[in-house]
Structures are given as structure tokens and as C-alpha cells.
């Protein structure tokens, strides 16, 4: 198997490899599709490792950060 490390791969290599991950990767299916690729652009750009780009979405779900926190809600106060 040769390796997915932005260190040994080129940008036409890590956008097939995006491609075959995800399947369709012109988003034509359900609309699922452009939002996983913008998230993996750090990889083909050679900016993030794929390993990184995994961690930090599963750390997110993981969580259940869907957004910030709220302490309180300074309308009601008022």
C-alpha cells in the first residue's frame, strides 16, 4: 500500500485520493458531498494530514460541539 502522507503524495495524487474515499466527489448525489470535500481541502492542499483533518472532526462529534456554549441569556435579565 503506498502511503497518503502529504510528504510522499502530490496534489493530483491526494485529490484521487479524497475522490475514492468519498465516492462522489462532484457532489451530485444528495448534497452531502461539497461539504465533506471542503473539509478535506487542507489535505489536498498539503496543509493538514488526513489522520489530523479525522481527529479533529471526531473530536468535535465526540463533544457535541455544534456551537458555542451559553452561560446565559442577557435578554431575559433585562
Known amino acids: 500500500m503506498k502511503s497518503i502522507?502529504?510528504?510522499?503524495?502530490?496534489?493530483?495524487?491526494?485529490e484521487q485520493i479524497v475522490a475514492e474515499s468519498i465516492g462522489n466527489i462532484d457532489g451530485l448525489c444528495d448534497g452531502c458531498s461539497p461539504g465533506l470535500i471542503e473539509m478535506y481541502h487542507a489535505y489536498i492542499d498539503g496543509r493538514k494530514?488526513?489522520?489530523?483533518?479525522?481527529?479533529?472532526?471526531?473530536?468535535r462529534y465526540t463533544r457535541g460541539a455544534m456551537g458555542p456554549d451559553r452561560e446565559k441569556c442577557d435578554y431575559l435579565e433585562q
Do not use: K, P, V, Y
Not at 5 to 14: F, H, S, V, W
Not at 49 to 56: D, P, S, T, V, W
Open 49 to 59: 494530514e488526513l489522520r489530523e483533518i479525522n481527529m479533529e472532526f471526531n473530536a
Open 5 to 14: 502522507l502529504i510528504a510522499d503524495t502530490t496534489r493530483e495524487e491526494r
